[in-house]
């Protein structure tokens, strides 16, 4: 005979599965999308664009709906107990779903989030924005291309409208900056966002300088020459092979701007190949694969629901950028790698590791360019990013203002001063499409990738000599283990303090940069 | 101030937008399924398979939702007029929709007929067709390999009575094989299709006693050799070039099996390589050009609806055959052709055109298999499946009795008995699949391609010379103008009808291959 209590289980188990049965649907019209959005990139011939214009539309409306209909908030609310409404539970402090087990609570948690925001925005406000940034998109473009921000001005001051008005309708009482910058990072607080991006502002402003006075004389030429495409497209796929990539799983083709994309059966690479740079095709690479490696472990039983989905996108960078940075711009790496790059190009015979250790570590200092930024600089590209982006949104800046404030920042920070808004304000594309918020996960997945790889290197010992015998197992299970296998699991910042010991901190970063390019550079203080 | 008749034109008005927008979207949720299709053909990692059967799973859900959803049904009814019911209009032979513009009637009465199908069968009935099929499929692949149709007679026993169940669901009173085959050829009636093919079996079977014994000693090793991977598929986009495929809307990639897909902006071909056969590259990619030309012929502000959708299954299949055999394999195509193969394929200089056309034209009398036959044989293996599907669906054969019967037909009809059932009634995919219905579809498209190909020169004159010029256009501007351009506006023997003025005929294609073969077997009566 059941008792009151066994009932009231099977009910909620019953529950769970038509809920997660509607999270699978919204999860699997998403991945479609996202192959969709692979082939375009990829694939589609170029006329191809108006029928995948409404075939994505559709998509996404769908989802939205499945998402935002009344069955989800009531599912949710019978799941999370549905005496709360979202606003007293936050309002408490209390987390949702005391009686459900973990896994199940952490996909009622993140559900829930989305349904909350996604309910809060009106459609059509939606759709403005959609429409605001597509029409941005080519004056962006015209206005970079003609170096005449005016043309782009008005737009864009639409945009940072119409995103406070969205932010306000998720939380009229917030900060509206910190409610877009929790789109790109939901569980990331603002705040210590800001803390990191001012302690390495504050750090790498002088360590720069130092740089700059620094007399030591790196190798830059190492890899100057012509080289093939077929046989750069090779040697990506040693690159991957070496790494230990699952081919099974995924495989390699090129697009104008690479990228990464799919699920844990499938996680897609691409990458690009330009006859004059071998280096940064081979480091694009290994990004990617950083990317890449993360999909293809998560675990697959949560496949369809978030135990089964990357953390967002300060962790995705954290893999991509300790691939990229801790392991290939490492000196173990390239006495690894540069053997296996010689049997592809026989003219890099006479380079030496250590030359190659240094062409792939120089400081650019007079670059005004973020995505050909180095290591140091990149994260001041992202500070002033950072600043003007908010203070826009907060309304603390005018965009009339933006190319001034821009140009002095980048005389302030970088000490170089942009002539053109081409080569400065307008040089980005995600302003264009209305993301406010985006930059400053690129360099917290800097700061994340540092202090993963120092918690990783504590539990193992040094991988130094690991990654000179192209062993990269035992690294790769720490990341498996520690952050992979959890998916959306845990928020981040739990997810971090559980691999690290620690919350979100820049110390490690520092510390890595500092003895890296102190070594490099021969600088004294450092 | 508005009249009543105003009043009301714009409230139909407003029903048909809200209704289009509705196939719209079923429409983009079907050709995204097509990608994500064509990708798991041709693109996808061997471990990919979980993560897309879900996807697939749900959008197939999606789009079976939306289509049989109420909406759908009140929609239908309001734009027909609603007063009639489906049944009621079947009877009295009304077309719906009499106060449309004529193009959305067609819409409607296409919509109209997949919504009460689809409506009419039970969804428990659907799945349990789907589950039973996906493990008829491993069944039958493990029974080919062994040989041993008794491995599959208890699933092909289920999949015939599910099939003959659900055609009772969407006609009590109708013959199940009509209801069947209408799945794949919905206007043209089944006693049509009979017809034609009895016309075949009467008229080939003597004309194949001829050939076989006929002295003519046609050249065989035209193509014998080996042919490099990489130059057969350059010489596949030579032909594309050739026959005006368009790269913009289009791409060519390999696949195990051929086959094309998409949509009038993005339709794209694949073919395959064998080093033995590279005959078999050329005919086998001019057929997927046929399928995909019609595609890319489709208009462009049809997209979305049935108007921009292919006719059924018969009509493509007569653009492919066309293509492959009415072009392709004709005298002054090689003439044509030959030159640019020879650029790629310098052993091929000593062939003559009269060789390659000799050895694209062999008809092989002791062939078992089905894909491998001749224009001529091919039909005689069509009506062999289509009578005895035929006589399972309608309970006059039972499971246990096809092989022997399968041998049967093969020995009378092409004088040839399988040894095996493996390269007997085990050969072909499409029982496992539960597609009763399906096979005389590919004779009636070389049916149809002959009618169509005489009615086309009969406007424009002999093709001969421009095919020996290379110059396509005037061919394929016709079929763009009588086929393409129509989508599916017309039912089937209308679009027929007025393409060529008279109803589907097999007149056109024995005239077709009696005299062709005639001439090139030396047949005295033909």
Not at 64 to 88: F, I, M, N, P
Not at 230 to 255: C, F, I, K, M, P
Not at 298 to 307: A, E, H, I, K, S
């Amino acid at each position: 005979m059941a008792t009151d209590q066994a009932r009231s289980d099977a009910s909620e188990a019953d529950t769970y599965d038509r809920f997660e049965e509607r999270v699978q649907r919204i999860s699997n019209v998403g991945n479609a999308a996202g192959i969709l959005g692979w082939d375009q990139e990829v694939m589609m011939p170029d006329e191809g664009t108006p029928a995948r214009a409404q075939q994505l539309s559709t998509l996404s409306s769908i989802s939205h709906e499945l998402l935002t209909a009344d069955e989800t908030g009531e599912l949710l609310a019978e799941l999370e107990g549905g005496e709360t409404t979202a606003s007293s539970r936050e309002a408490s402090g209390e987390t949702a779903s005391g009686d459900l087990e973990s896994d199940q609570a952490a996909v009622v948690r993140e559900i829930r989030r989305r349904y909350d925001r996604e309910t809060s925005v009106p459609q059509e406000l939606v759709e403005e924005i959609s429409a605001t940034s597509s029409n941005a998109h080519p004056k962006w473009k015209q206005a970079k291309e003609e170096d005449d921000f005016e043309h782009f001005a008005p737009t864009l001051e639409k945009l940072v409208d119409l995103k406070r008005e969205y932010a306000n309708h998720i939380d009229p009482d917030a900060d509206p900056y910190a409610v877009l910058f929790a789109d790109y990072e939901p569980y990331i607080d603002l705040e210590t966002a800001e803390r990191v991006l001012e302690r390495l502002r504050e750090n790498l402003v002088p360590l720069i300088d130092a740089v700059q006075d620094s007399d030591a004389d790196l190798t830059t030429d190492a890899f100057a020459g012509a080289f093939d495409d077929d046989d750069q497209e090779a040697l990506a796929r040693d690159v991957l092979d070496s790494l230990g990539y699952d081919w099974g799983r995924g495989r390699l083709d090129t697009a104008p701007h690479p990228f990464s994309s799919g699920t844990q059966f499938d996680a897609r690479v691409t990458t690009r190949f330009e006859e004059d740079d071998l280096l940064g095709s081979i480091t694009s690479t290994i990004h990617e694969f950083g990317h890449a490696n993360y999909t293809q472990g998560l675990p697959d039983d949560g496949y369809g629901t978030p135990l089964g989905e990357a953390r967002d996108l300060s962790v995705h960078e954290s893999q991509s950028r300790l691939w990229e940075n801790h392991v290939g711009r490492s000196r173990p790496f390239w006495e690894h790698f540069l053997p296996i790059a010689r049997e592809r190009f026989p003219e890099l015979e006479d380079v030496t590791p250590e030359e190659a250790y240094e062409a792939a570590n120089q400081v650019h200092d007079d670059n005004l360019i973020r995505v050909e930024a180095d290591e140091l600089t990149y994260h001041l590209h992202i500070v002033i990013r950072f600043e003007i982006e908010r203070d826009l949104i907060r309304g603390d800046l005018e965009v009339s203002e933006v190319p001034e404030v821009w140009n002095d920042k980048y005389e302030e920070y970088l000490g170089v001063r942009p002539e053109t808004d081409a080569e400065g304000c307008l040089q980005d594309i995600h302003w264009s499409h209305g993301d406010f918020g985006y930059f400053s996960t690129y360099s917290l997945g800097s700061v994340l990738a540092a202090q993963l790889y120092a918690a990783a290197e504590d539990d193992c010992g040094d991988f130094d000599d690991g990654i000179r015998r192209g062993e990269f197992d035992e690294l790769n299970g720490w990341l498996r283990e520690n952050i992979h296998r959890h998916g959306k699991r845990y928020v981040t910042p739990d997810l971090i303090e559980r691999a690290t010991g620690e919350g979100l901190t820049a110390d490690h970063f520092l510390a890595y940069v500092e003895s890296k390019y102190g070594e490099l550079y021969d600088l004294e203080d450092y």
